[in-house]
């Protein structure tokens, strides 16, 4: 008898993620909170009575057919990818086709190949490359060459684009490894002006404090965006989030607020679930930037992280970039100054299940800009 799926209850969803080393804080069943947007259910993998796997699953119905919905899965689900993947997926498609999905779309939490901080440098440098896929020898995972070759073959039409930035979540990354190293190894890792901008801003008495004030959050946000040319999130947004994801684990999100004589310089949230820590969100003020609350929160959340025996500090995505004259670069280099690595995951893949229903929607989604 094959593995089967069904609906579980968000108690016993929970207490799953709790059990696991790893699964990605979109794989919770509070994030199904989060995103009222969607209409969320938490799924379970059966072999007998039991339950092996877990995803939460987001639906978004199709404009004029609401009947039928995407079903999409960020970053998940949480399932045994090393194993045989079709025994997991299979009962998954039939699951949701016969609870009105016209497609799945998933993201393996697996990764393709890594490359180091160094490796990304040299890129940089070098005029000849303008991607980090173009770089020799990556270091390659074959858990990851393996699922994708086995996604393509079983009809997942890949979705992430070529810039490594679309609607979903990011394919290429930026993690610090935290496992078995110290805070002396960590700043030994990082370049000089990292290294140097986290030592000014306590010469310059920066004190970073972990709190609840989303309001001062938010003002730092809001400002941001307007420098920075992005539609910033409601209040509501985040109040809800911390309230859901507080509420799911007491120690699963965190606000971090940098502030220099008094006034807030900056503000970054930090998400964990299990061995993986999470840069969500940071915000800072335009003035007083030379005194790097910015740094200052970073290095606050990565300590934290460490001192919590996390094994990855996750500073979330970039694109594939290396060409020097690419704006997006910049976020790259920033990144690559904390040491660490680039990381290169499976990316996001769609399962037709309903093809005209499918091909509807993609057009809809093109008309509008995605």
């Not at 995972?141 to 810039?163: H, I, N, Y």
């Not at 997006?328 to 996001?348: D, I, P, S």
């Amino acid at each position: 008898m094959g593995l089967t799926v069904g609906p579980i209850g968000p108690a016993e969803h929970s207490a799953f993620v709790q059990a696991r080393r790893s699964v990605s804080f979109l794989q919770t069943p509070a994030w199904g909170r989060v995103k009222t947007e969607w209409r969320s259910e938490s799924l379970g993998w059966y072999d007998g009575r039991q339950l092996v796997g877990a995803g939460l699953v987001l639906h978004r119905p199709v404009p004029r057919l609401e009947r039928f919905t995407l079903a999409y899965l960020p970053q998940g689900p949480a399932i045994d990818w090393t194993g045989e993947i079709d025994a997991w997926l299979d009962p998954l498609a039939a699951y949701l086709r016969a609870h009105g999905a016209f497609a799945i779309r998933l993201g393996p939490p697996v990764r393709t190949n890594t490359w180091s901080a160094a490796r990304v440098k040299e890129g940089i440098a070098d005029p000849a490359i303008r991607r980090l896929t173009e770089m020799s020898d990556p270091r390659s995972d074959p858990v990851g060459t393996r699922v994708a070759r086995r996604l393509g073959d079983a009809g997942w039409l890949p979705q992430s684009p070529e810039d490594g930035f679309g609607v979903g979540q990011p394919q290429f990354t930026y993690e610090i490894p935290l496992a078995g190293r110290t805070e002396e190894d960590l700043l030994g890792g990082m370049n000089q002006l990292w290294r140097r901008n986290i030592k000014k801003a306590a010469k310059e008495g920066v004190e970073v404090t972990v709190g609840a004030d989303l309001k001062a959050f938010h003002d730092l946000y809001v400002h941001t965006a307007a420098r920075d040319r992005f539609t910033p999130r409601p209040l509501r947004y985040f109040e809800t989030m911390f309230a859901a994801m507080g509420a799911e684990d007491p120690e699963r999100i965190r606000l971090y607020l940098a502030r220099h004589r008094g006034d807030p310089v900056a503000a970054t949230i930090l998400v964990r679930v299990g061995g993986h820590a999470w840069y969500c969100y940071g915000a800072s003020s335009t003035e007083k930037r030379e005194v790097r609350g910015s740094n200052a929160c970073q290095w606050a959340m990565i300590r934290d992280a460490l001192a919590a025996g996390c094994d990855v500090y996750d500073l979330r995505g970039i694109t594939p970039t290396l060409d020097a004259d690419d704006p997006h670069v910049g976020l790259v280099q920033f990144k690559v100054g904390t040491g660490g690595q680039a990381v290169r995951y499976v990316g996001e893949w769609d399962l037709p299940l309903r093809p005209v229903v499918y091909r509807a929607f993609d057009l809809y989604m093109r008309r509008r800009g995605r």
